[in-house]
């Protein structure tokens, strides 16, 4: 009988980041919980994947979190390995964004990372090991004129992490958190885009091997926060 894959739970997947990081940890050898708001763009990649499925998780909604992690438990086992990919907000002034564009960025960036570690990391510290990577943006440490809703929900974020990071280090857990900076390279980014280079653009291909090692690193030499932009990006 073959050995029974550990689980890996990408959050957020879509065209970009989250298919590439469901390829990558598929290609490492995990069983792959396939979760975004709908199916749409998760069917046909359970179907490509050996070992994946398909799961709706609304990831601001706690009710949806508590369903989806317990369909996954059912279905494939105890979560391994998290990657939470789930980041989306509204961009614009104080003046151009609702209380409601506020806490729906809040909602899907802070609350949904803190529901899904309280979901995984129970299974985790009874085996003395596991891992959630995030994937977090520059807005976490600075806001600009047009990152009003989105920069304080992934500041806060970034904050959760490195508190999970702290509390779960010593129980064999690792709390990573990849900063992108720069524009992801996606139909709709090209689009808008078109005058420049593909080296301008970060390939999600690129975050995945980050992800990838960032889960296999010695104990002994954890990653808390690894930033992650093409060479030409300023900084």
Known sequence: ???????????????????????????????????????????????????????????????SVASAFAAVRAEMGEVDVVVFNAGSGVFGALDDVSAADFEASWRVNSLGLFLVAKEVTPAMKAAGEGAI????????????????????AKAAQRSLCEALARQLGPDGV??????????????????????????FFIKPSGVADLASMLVRQDKSAWTFEAEARPFGETW
């Open 1 to 63: 009988m073959s050995e029974k894959k550990k689980v890996c739970a990408v959050i957020g997947v879509g065209p970009g980041n989250g298919a590439a990081l469901a390829r990558r940890f598929a290609a490492d050898g995990y069983a792959v919980a396939l979760m975004a708001r709908s199916a749409k763009n998760t069917s046909a990649l359970a179907e490509e994947l050996a070992d994946a499925r398909s799961f709706a998780c609304d990831v601001g909604d706690a009710a």
């Open 133 to 152: 990577i995030v994937i977090g943006a520059t807005a976490s440490r600075r806001g600009t004129a047009r990152t009003t809703a989105f920069a304080p």
């Open 174 to 199: 690792h709390v990573a958190l990849i900063i992108l900076d720069g524009v992801v390279d996606l139909p709709r980014t090209r689009e808008v885009m078109k005058d420049k280079s593909d080296d």
